[in-house]
Nanobody, 124 residues
Framework: QVQLVESGGGLVQTGGSLRLSCAAS????????MGWFRQAPGKEREFVAA????????NYADSVKGRFTISRDNAKSTVNLQTNSLKPEDTAGYYC?????????????????WGQGTQVTVSS
């Protein structure tokens, strides 16, 4: 079992930045590839970014490339998502997820563990 707790969401103006964090507890954090997903009301959960167990590989959705950066600290059992140049269409609940399989999975069903989410609202 892995428990995930997100933090760092909030209300920000267009063009602003937020740093989302996910703290993991339970089994060895470095055994899990980590991902960030988001879900807006009435929409399906969508992939945002993923990072491999060692942090050597990352993957991003086209919509966030060049604006968001995923990173991890295995010593602290945390994964972060730095979000810059935020747009109103980035407004959503952001969820951290963990999986023992794959390198940088992009599909929700590939992840076994999920946090409760943190809300990001970007005003225009």
């Amino acid at each position: 079992q892995v428990q995930l707790v997100e933090s760092g969401g909030g209300l920000v103006q267009t063009g602003g930045s937020l740093r989302l964090s996910c703290a993991a507890s339970g089994r060895t954090f470095s055994s899990y590839a980590m991902g960030w997903f988001r879900q807006a009301p009435g929409k399906e959960r969508e992939f945002v970014a993923a990072i491999s167990r060692s942090g050597d590989y990352t993957n991003y959705a086209d919509s966030v490339k060049g604006r968001f950066t995923i990173s991890r600290d295995n010593a602290k059992s945390t994964v972060n998502l730095q979000t810059n140049s935020l747009k109103p269409e980035d407004t959503a609940g952001y969820y951290c997820a963990a999986t023992p399989r794959g390198i940088v999975p992009t599909k929700p069903y590939e992840y076994d563990y999920w946090g409760q989410g943190t809300q990001v609202t970007v005003s225009s």
